[in-house]
């Protein structure tokens, strides 16, 4: 990104214009949060409902009093530790606050974000960046300019091409608008990250015993058109010959080193990291990849249970969703 990029967007940020941006988790579709015109073209473009909130973003957390009040004691221990950084926090909002911003409720999310582009662009234009994903409602994120290229095109705007995400998955979201504080959707910084350092019990989304999503909380998001699979380790090779007995392209993300044995024209593998931080940086990337490469399945193998792997987890149940396919219990 050169002085002139930086100028050139945050003059079509002030004419009320998006300018997609990278940040350290996926890449934003951004425009000024305080001007309600500017918001619904993010709407537009994304084509996502109005009643869906959308996070703000800011330069740092001195400015977070533009955005909420009154601001929890709470909210200050964990902007200090963890902003700039993958957690956003969803607050009382003040009452200038736009309710195109909010969806029309009584509260904002606003974060900082982590990334030398991201914070240069927030600088330089000094106010509040209203910024979803850079991707249709309920597609996958991007992590690369490309991506955002591939699927919006020249409705996109401009975009700031700052590498591939380092995260790559959507920031932790907390909300501490009532007693307790709770989770509303999980990311890199983990919900014990969360509990040390306010020193008290924290609620979530919960998983249940089976792995399946607690209901209600779920929406059809973040998913590959090609329908998705989520299968155990031992039924993934024979739901791949299955597919490939149907006539059938699969596309596989193994975590166990013994996928090559596949080795055909009718499947396409990632192998991917069993560090969760790794896997999670790859995971949009290698969905994109195989959404493009004409499979008709995507099976994913099960990711552990583990917390570290929660975000992952979160966005795989939401991946499967609209089709009503399963989760593999643990036996
Ligand atoms: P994203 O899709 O990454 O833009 O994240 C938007 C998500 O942030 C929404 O789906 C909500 O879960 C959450 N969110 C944003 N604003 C609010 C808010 N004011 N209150 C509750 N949740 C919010
Ligand atoms: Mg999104």
């Not at 957390?61 to 909420?68: E, F, G, I, P």
């Not at 030398?116 to 234009?125: C, D, H, W």
């Not at 306010?198 to 209600?216: H, N």
């Not at 739901?239 to 699969?250: E, L, M, S």
């Amino acid at each position: 990104m050169t002085p002139d990029d930086l100028e050139k967007a945050v003059a079509r940020l002030d004419a009320g214009l998006t300018v997609v941006f990278p940040t350290e988790t996926v890449y934003g579709l951004g425009a000024d949060a305080s001007n309600p015109e500017a918001v619904k073209r993010i709407y537009a473009i994304k084509g996502r409902p109005a009643d869906h909130p959308l996070i703000v973003h800011i330069a740092s957390l001195r400015q977070l009093d533009s955005w909420a009040d009154p601001i929890p004691p709470e909210a200050w221990r964990l902007a200090e530790r963890f902003w700039p950084g993958p957690l956003t926090l969803v607050l009382p909002r003040r009452r200038e606050v736009s309710g195109t911003v909010t969806g029309g409720r009584d509260t904002v999310a606003v974060r900082v974000p982590d990334h030398p582009v991201a914070s240069a662009r927030l600088e330089t234009f000094g106010g509040g960046l209203a910024a979803p994903s850079a991707n249709r409602f309920g597609r996958l994120s991007p992590t690369t300019a490309r991506h955002v290229q591939e699927e919006l095109g020249e409705e996109a705007g401009m975009i700031l091409e700052g590498g591939p995400c380092r995260i790559g998955v959507e920031s932790t979201i907390v909300s501490l608008v009532g007693q307790t504080p709770l989770i509303l959707r999980p990311g890199a910084i983990s919900a014990g990250q969360i509990r040390e350092v306010l020193g008290r019990e924290i609620g979530g989304p919960s998983e249940g015993l089976t792995g399946q999503p607690a209901p209600g909380g779920l929406s059809a998001h973040y998913a590959p058109k090609t329908p998705l699979e989520v299968l155990s380790a031992a039924s993934l090779p024979g739901r791949v010959f299955q597919v490939i007995r149907a006539g059938g392209k699969a596309g596989v993300l193994a975590l166990t080193g013994d996928a090559g044995r596949f080795g055909s024209d009718k499947v396409a593998i990632f192998l991917m990291s069993t560090r969760a931080e790794d896997y999670g940086r790859d995971f949009y990337a290698a969905l994109h990849l195989l959404d493009r490469a004409g499979c008709d399945r995507l099976l994913v193998e099960r990711p552990p249970g583990a917390e570290e792997w929660s975000a992952v987890r979160d966005r795989l149940r939401r991946a499967l969703a609209p089709r009503s396919a399963t989760w593999p219990s643990e036996t």
